[in-house]
């Protein structure tokens, strides 16, 4: 659907948009100009308008943009039409709270197993799944591999399972562990998420008293 | 110590330099070349040393970089020297995974509180801290502020806690509900991070097949 290939800086405030435009959609507003949209998120309405021009724009000069059309598209672009599967490695305390509260569904997403290798937690059921022992993971990917996979277990076995998960056809990795995971497989897409590198750039601005441009969030 | 305003996206990578530098100590290495760097992050050399000079450098031609003396350099930019403390606010399965399980220390932090409202919580010990109600949290604000608060609590009452908190003196935020918090206070940093936005990131690569470039993570 992208025009051209569109750079990781805008694919990065496009989650964001829709986040804000669902905010606006539960508090009833049908239509937002791009300076007001830009006002609320902290950037300006130039960057807006060109972020979106990306993908064919969707604006109307003088009647800004449908909200519900505008979550429309940036979700179509998104890819979240596609109801994908998940599953999650590691019911440790992150992972009980992913399984738990993170809302999949939302997202295009149906969650369809747990694995851990703590015997005290096989069989628990926490919110749409029953947790299995990850000696049983293997034969599940044989009959069916999930899109996605969460890792949320421990940093120090994360390269050998995702090279499992790799092999048996899971095309995304969600990675919460603090090894950045590199994949070779141009088929396969890592995100990883470390939270470290979050704090240190709290710390960073703390440290330096400078904020970050408005515009480049 | 940075020369001049950095961009968002280069303070951006210094952690991840921080977490490879730091893979290499422990593998003994002790220099290393930008394009060696460079291959082990997926990014190219020249961008790597485009980073490092906004700091002034620290490579030297035909040797590269002292691991070593780069981790304390980037460290330092990341201001990871100054003892900071922190509370989090959640003792949920969330918070506890943050409470139990994240290397405060590391990074130059000391967890020195932890707040919920159940009251089966209260006071039950995890990692250094026991669990406080939060109608403590006023008084024990007014005697110690913490540097910063991380958020781990339901998204619903987040922006009351944080008005109570920067009140209070809190300047840094870290922000794990799924509202993104704006603050007008210029001395205070907010630091959101939603899990949706990454799992959506990692949809729209999975949708488009194209990856990022490597140039831009």
Not at 49 to 65: E, H, P, V
Not at 144 to 150: G, K, Q, T
Not at 195 to 215: A, E, I, K, V
């Given at each position: 659907?992208?025009?051209?290939?569109?750079?990781?800086?805008?694919?990065?405030?496009?989650?964001?948009?829709?986040?804000?435009?669902?905010?606006?959609?539960?508090?009833?507003?049908?239509?937002?100009?791009?300076?007001?949209?830009?006002?609320?998120?902290?950037?300006?309405?130039?960057?807006?308008?060109?972020?979106?021009?990306?993908?064919?724009?969707?604006?109307?000069?003088?009647?800004?943009?449908?909200?519900?059309?505008?979550?429309?598209?940036?979700?179509?672009?998104?890819?979240?039409?596609?109801?994908?599967?998940?599953?999650?490695?590691?019911a440790g305390n992150l992972g009980r709270a992913i399984i738990g509260k993170f809302?999949?569904?939302?997202?295009?997403?149906?969650?369809?197993?747990?694995?851990?290798?703590?015997?005290?937690?096989?069989?628990?059921?926490?919110?749409?799944?029953?947790?299995?022992?990850?000696?049983?993971?293997?034969?599940?990917?044989?009959?069916?591999?999930?899109?996605?996979?969460?890792?949320?277990?421990?940093?120090?076995?994360?390269?050998?399972?995702?090279?499992?998960?790799?092999?048996?056809?899971?095309?995304?990795?969600?990675?919460?562990?603090?090894?950045?995971?590199t994949v070779s497989n141009p088929n396969v897409v890592v995100e990883n998420l470390?939270?470290?590198?979050?704090?240190?750039?709290?710390?960073?601005?703390?440290?330096?008293?400078?904020?970050?441009?408005?515009?480049?969030?």
């Open positions: 659907m992208p025009k051209n290939k569109v750079s990781h800086n805008v694919v990065l405030r496009l989650p964001r948009y829709l986040r804000y435009l669902e905010e606006l959609r539960v508090r009833n507003v049908v239509r937002i100009s791009s300076g007001e949209l830009g006002q609320l998120m902290g950037i300006t309405a130039s960057q807006i308008r060109q972020d979106l021009s990306c993908f064919g724009g969707f604006g109307q000069q003088g009647y800004g943009y449908n909200v519900d059309m505008l979550i429309k598209e940036v979700s179509d672009i998104l890819g979240i039409r596609h109801e994908r599967t998940a599953i999650v490695i590691g809302p999949f569904q939302q997202y295009g997403f149906r969650l369809t197993g747990a694995y851990d290798l703590a015997e005290n937690l096989i069989g628990e059921q926490i919110g749409p799944v029953a947790i299995r022992h990850m000696n049983q993971l293997a034969t599940d990917l044989q009959s069916a591999p999930p899109d996605i996979a969460v890792l949320t277990m421990s940093s120090n076995s994360a390269d050998a399972i995702a090279e499992q998960l790799i092999a048996a056809g899971v095309r995304g990795l969600w990675n919460f562990t603090n090894v950045d995971l470390p939270f470290s590198d979050s704090l240190l750039t709290l710390n960073y601005y703390m440290t330096h008293g400078t904020n970050r441009d408005s515009t480049d969030k």
